[in-house]
């Protein structure tokens, strides 16, 4: 298919209601996905009018199997556009969020880390940035792994707070300043690195 415009796209539903387009989406460019994907969606419109279903039942296609779109040929603009769309249509894994909350609106937000298909993106104040080919090259390249004040805060499901730990770099803050991982206090040691606080126990 990408060697052929998909000038049409025709649609029938199954008795399990999945539709089935022909030409499927098998492959391609980004804006080759863009043109497939514009000739779909009006091909489930003119099939719900011509059954007497609203066409705002619709439930919209998504991106298709990420595996299928041709990275190497996407510009990065394209590469952005379609991480964007991605998690728009509920792709994509949030894989770390890094959050701050300095006690005015002008210094608390947050950032979010995550992994689409076999790539890592960052979604930050100024906007999405990537692709990355690991969570620590990401975190390198935006900068998160260096934090500049105490008290930021690192949230991972899928990670523990020593893998983020052993993700990050304590020289820019004083010995014994601590941020937040999981929940957890680490803090900043001589070694340019973060380490677990350990409480001490109640006697």
Do not use: C
């Not at 000739?39 to 489930?44: D, L």
């Not at 705002?56 to 603009?77: A, Q, R």
């Not at 100024?126 to 990401?138: H, Q, T, V």
């Not at 975190?139 to 020593?162: F, H, K, V």
Request: aromatic share 12%; hydrophobic share 40%; no cysteine.
């Amino acid at each position: 298919m990408s060697k052929q415009k998909p000038f049409a796209v025709s649609v029938t539903r199954g008795l399990d209601g999945q539709w089935k387009f022909d030409p499927p989406f098998e492959g391609g460019s980004y804006p080759e996905f863009k043109a497939w994907d514009f000739h779909a969606q009006q091909a489930v419109e003119d099939y719900l009018r011509i059954h007497g279903e609203k066409p705002s039942n619709v439930v919209p296609l998504g991106i298709p199997d990420i595996s299928k779109v041709n990275w190497d040929v996407l510009t990065h603009e394209d590469v952005l556009a379609f991480a964007a769309e991605a998690l728009d249509s509920g792709e994509g894994e949030s894989v770390l969020s890094v959050s701050w909350d300095f006690g005015t609106p002008m210094h608390n937000g947050i950032n979010t880390f995550w992994k689409i298909g076999e790539w890592f993106f960052a979604d930050l104040d100024e906007g999405m940035l990537g692709p990355f080919s690991s969570l620590e090259e990401a975190l390198e390249e935006t900068e998160m792994n260096q934090p500049l004040n105490a008290g930021l805060i690192y949230e991972s499901e899928s990670r523990s707070a020593q893998e983020i730990a052993f993700l990050l770099r304590g020289d820019l803050l004083t010995p014994g300043e601590e941020i937040l991982i999981n929940n957890e206090r680490w803090a900043a040691n001589s070694e340019n690195a973060f380490a677990p606080v350990k409480t001490q126990a109640r006697t």
